[in-house]
C-alpha cells in the first residue's frame, strides 16, 4: 500500500516558498510559523526536530552577515536535533570567497554548533529529503533487518538462498534438496520423511526444516498488529464494555503541534472516553507523559470535542505485551498487560479468514 503523505505535517517560516509549496502538492499539510522570522527558510518537522535550509548562494551570505552563525545557534537551542541543508552548489570561486572560509564555515556547523550538515543537488531532492524525515519523525521507521544481504546472480543462485536459511542446511545441502525436489515449493511441502531421504539429512534436521516450513506464523512484530487485534476483540484490552471510536486519530493543536492517538474507545460503564496508546516493550515514564499530552489536548480534536460534551470525562491507558510492573505517575493513566499469546490467536484468525 502506498504511503500516505497527508498524515504528516511540517511547520515552515515560509509556507509560500518553492519546497513548501511542492510539499503541500504532495499532500503534506504545511501550517505557516507565525512569528517574525526574517528571511530564514526552517521547517518545524517535531518538537525534536527542525531543519534550516539555505542554498549555496544563500549559505555564502550567511557567512557574511552572520545570520549563517546566528540560525545555527537558534536551531541547537530549540532542537534535540538540528540540520542545516546545503542546496546546490557553493560557487565560492565565482564570488571570490576563500575556500578555506567555507569549510570553516561548513565545519563549524558540525564541530561548534552541533548541526548535522546535509547537501541536497535542487530543491526537489530537498523536498524528498524534508518528506522522508517528517514520515520517519511522524510516523516512525520500518524495523531493519541485520541479515547481510547480497544480489542473487541468477535465478538458481536465488533459489539456493532461499532453501539456506532452513535449519541446518547450507549451500551444498540446498544443491541436494533442490536437485532431489526440483523446486522451492515442493522442499516446502516435503514431510519429514521425505526430507529424510536426501543425503546428508539426519531426523533432527529434518525435524528442524519441517517444523520451520509448517508451522504457523506467532508473532507480535508491530504496534499495528496490536492494534489490528483489539480492533477485532477489544476484550484483549478491557474488561468493560467499549466502543471502538477511532484508530491512529491525529490531534493538531493550538500550538500547531501534532499529535497521534493509536486508538480511541468510548467507556459505555462510565460513559468515559478512553484513550490508548500501545507499546511493544516495557512500559516507561516517558511513554506515560507521552499519553499524558493527547489528553490535555484531547479537546482539540473535533472528533473528540464532540466526543466530551455533556460533562464525558476522557482517560487513558498504556499498554503493552511486555510483563511489565509499570506504576503511572498520573491517576487517569492506567497501566495494563495484555497476553500477547491471546493478540496472536486472534491475528490468526483474522489471517485465516482473509484467506478464504
Not at 59 to 78: C, V
Given at each position: 500500500m502506498a504511503f500516505d503523505p497527508s498524515v504528516l505535517m511540517i511547520s515552515a517560516t515560509k509556507p509560500d516558498g518553492k519546497p513548501a509549496r511542492e510539499l503541500e502538492a504532495s499532500g503534506v499539510r504545511i501550517m505557516p510559523v507565525l512569528e517574525d522570522e526574517g528571511n530564514v527558510d526552517r521547517y518545524v518537522l517535531s518538537k525534536?526536530?527542525?531543519?534550516?535550509?539555505?542554498?549555496?548562494?544563500?549559505?555564502?551570505?550567511?557567512?557574511?552577515?552572520?545570520?549563517?552563525?546566528?540560525?545555527?545557534?537558534?536551531?541547537?537551542?530549540?532542537?534535540?536535533?538540528p540540520i542545516l541543508i546545503v542546496e546546490g552548489e557553493i560557487n565560492y570561486e565565482y564570488s571570490m570567497f576563500d575556500p578555506q572560509a567555507?569549510?570553516?564555515?561548513?565545519?563549524?556547523?558540525?564541530?561548534?554548533?552541533?548541526?548535522?550538515?546535509?547537501?541536497?543537488r535542487d530543491v526537489g531532492e530537498t523536498v524528498a529529503l524534508l518528506s522522508m524525515m517528517a514520515r520517519q519523525e511522524q510516523v516512525g521507521i520500518p524495523e531493519i533487518s541485520l541479515i547481510p544481504k547480497r544480489k542473487a546472480v541468477d535465478l538458481p543462485d536465488l533459489q539456493r538462498r532461499v532453501i539456506e536459511m532452513l535449519p541446518g542446511c547450507g549451500m551444498v545441502m540446498a544443491r541436494e534438496l533442490l536437485k532431489q525436489f526440483g523446486t522451492v515449493r515442493r522442499i516446502a511441502n516435503a514431510s519429514a520423511e521425505e526430507l529424510l531421504a536426501v543425503r546428508g539429512i539426519g531426523q533432527r534436521t529434518a525435524d528442524g526444516m519441517e517444523e520451520v516450513l509448517g508451522a504457523d506464523y506467532r508473532a507480535v512484530d508491530t504496534e499495528r498488529d496490536i492494534e489490528d487485534a483489539i480492533e477485532a476483540d477489544p476484550s484483549l484490552l478491557f474488561h468493560e464494555e467499549v466502543q471502538f471510536v477511532a484508530r491512529q486519530h491525529c490531534i493538531y493543536t493550538d500550538a500547531q503541534d501534532r499529535h497521534v492517538v493509536d486508538m480511541v474507545f468510548r467507556d459505555c460503564t462510565a460513559d468515559a472516553l478512553v484513550l490508548v496508546e500501545?507499546?511493544?516493550?516495557?512500559?516507561?515514564?516517558?511513554?506515560?507523559?507521552?499519553?499524558?499530552?493527547?489528553?490535555?489536548?484531547?479537546?482539540?480534536?473535533?472528533?473528540?470535542?464532540?466526543?466530551?460534551?455533556?460533562?464525558?470525562?476522557?482517560?487513558?491507558?498504556?499498554?503493552?505485551?511486555?510483563?511489565?510492573?509499570?506504576?503511572?505517575?498520573?491517576a487517569d493513566i492506567e497501566p495494563r498487560v495484555i497476553e500477547r499469546e491471546k493478540v496472536i490467536d486472534v491475528l490468526q484468525g483474522l489471517r485465516r479468514e482473509s484467506l478464504r
Open positions: 525534536r526536530l527542525g531543519v534550516e535550509r539555505r542554498t549555496g548562494s544563500r549559505f555564502l551570505a550567511g557567512i557574511m552577515d552572520k545570520t549563517l552563525f546566528t540560525g545555527a545557534i537558534y536551531l541547537r537551542e530549540h532542537f534535540e536535533i567555507v569549510r570553516g564555515a561548513l565545519t563549524s556547523m558540525l564541530i561548534k554548533y552541533g548541526l548535522t550538515v546535509l547537501s541536497t500501545l507499546k511493544r516493550g516495557k512500559l516507561t515514564r516517558g511513554h506515560a507523559e507521552q499519553l499524558r499530552r493527547y489528553l490535555d489536548t484531547a479537546d482539540q480534536s473535533r472528533l473528540l470535542r464532540g466526543e466530551l460534551t455533556g460533562g464525558r470525562m476522557v482517560r487513558g491507558i498504556l499498554a503493552t505485551v511486555e510483563p511489565s510492573r509499570f506504576a503511572s505517575p498520573y
